[in-house]
């Protein structure tokens, strides 16, 4: 049986390398294989898996030098029933690419805000006074330019081959070790070993203590928190969701009791699942 995954498309974005590494993945371990689905947002590839036009779905979660992808995070709180299967821990590596000779000559850089924002310092030092234009992909962004040679996109090098425009400088990103967890949502995981845990809450009441209490259910029982992350609840200000990740598995007698606990102490809780994780080097991406 072939599986559908979808993605954030067109061909050419950091979701479509994840998710061919997680097909490829699938592959090798499993024999299956994936049929690869573009969607042209992070909502809509969601809304994909909830409603059952595709098995699976791969969206970014996290970003080691922007933080979290809030449409990831604030989706998945309004999507009931879906599951986190597997983690994948992609390295993110942005070039500077224009059909123009030079980037002297470049007054416009488009990209997804995302990349933007890990290149900043990068785009601050090399072409402080040009208009940044945000995309819905960074594969996206590479369409805008076709026609442009004063204009410049910041994407993945490994879109350079799929849309035949010219790199003018590589390795932009700010920080070496940029790097974006991804997870692969279903509505119905296959069971695995797992050593991650990841849930969302809101609490009842804004009251001292009412953060504290859900925490403490891990602390007295030993068990580490991995991420802490607050969204708004978008109900009134000053009221807000907390998205949690738990080392450990939802086999361990310890972490059921932790989660049965939690409940006496929030008002809607949503466990997205238990999982492993997968860390990808730049040269497994290179063989895709
Ligand atoms: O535009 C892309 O290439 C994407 O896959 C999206 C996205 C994101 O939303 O975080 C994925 C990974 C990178 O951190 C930058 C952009």
């Known amino acids: 049986m ?18 061919l590494a997680y097909a490829h993945w699938l592959e090798k371990t499993q024999a299956k294989s994936c049929l690869l689905c573009p969607c042209p947002s992070i909502a809509q590839t969601l809304h994909s898996v909830a409603q059952g036009d595709t098995k699976k779905a791969v969206v970014p979660v996290e970003n080691s030098t922007e933080g979290s992808v809030a449409c990831t995070l604030d989706t998945l709180w309004k999507l009931d029933h879906l599951k986190i299967q597997q983690e994948l821990v992609l390295p993110i590596i942005h070039a500077l690419f224009s059909r ?7 007054k416009t850089v488009y990209s997804h805000p995302q990349a933007l924002a890990q290149c900043q310092r990068w785009l601050q030092e090399h ?12 594969a996206e962004a590479l369409d805008k330019i076709s026609l442009e040679p004063t204009a410049g996109a910041i994407a993945a090098p490994r879109a350079a081959k799929l849309y035949n425009v010219p790199i003018l400088a590589n390795h ?3 920080y070496p070790d940029n790097c ?9 995981p296959t ?5 991650r845990i990841s849930l969302a809450f809101s609490v009842s009441e804004n009251v001292p203590g009412s953060l504290m209490k859900p925490l403490q259910v891990f602390s007295e029982r030993n068990i580490n928190l991995s991420r802490i992350e607050s969204r708004p609840t978008k109900r009134s200000l000053g009221e807000y969701l907390f998205y949690l990740d738990i080392e450990g598995n939802h086999e361990d007698p310890n972490i059921i009791n932790a989660l049965d606990a939690l409940t006496h102490h929030t008002e809607i809780i949503k466990i997205y699942g238990s999982y492993p ?4 080097e730049e040269t497994d991406i290179e063989q895709l």
């Open 100 to 106: 123009g000779s030079s980037i002297n000559g470049i």
């Open 191 to 195: 069971p695995t070993v797992s050593s």
């Open 180 to 188: 974006t967890r991804f997870w692969v949502m279903t509505l119905d």
């Open 127 to 138: 072409l402080p006074d040009i208009a940044l234009i945000p995309t819905n992909s960074t």
């Open 172 to 174: 932009i990103n700010d």
């Open 277 to 280: 994780v997968l860390f990808l």
């Open 2 to 19: 072939v599986i559908s995954l979808a993605h954030l498309g067109p061909v050419g974005t950091n979701a479509e390398t994840a998710a």
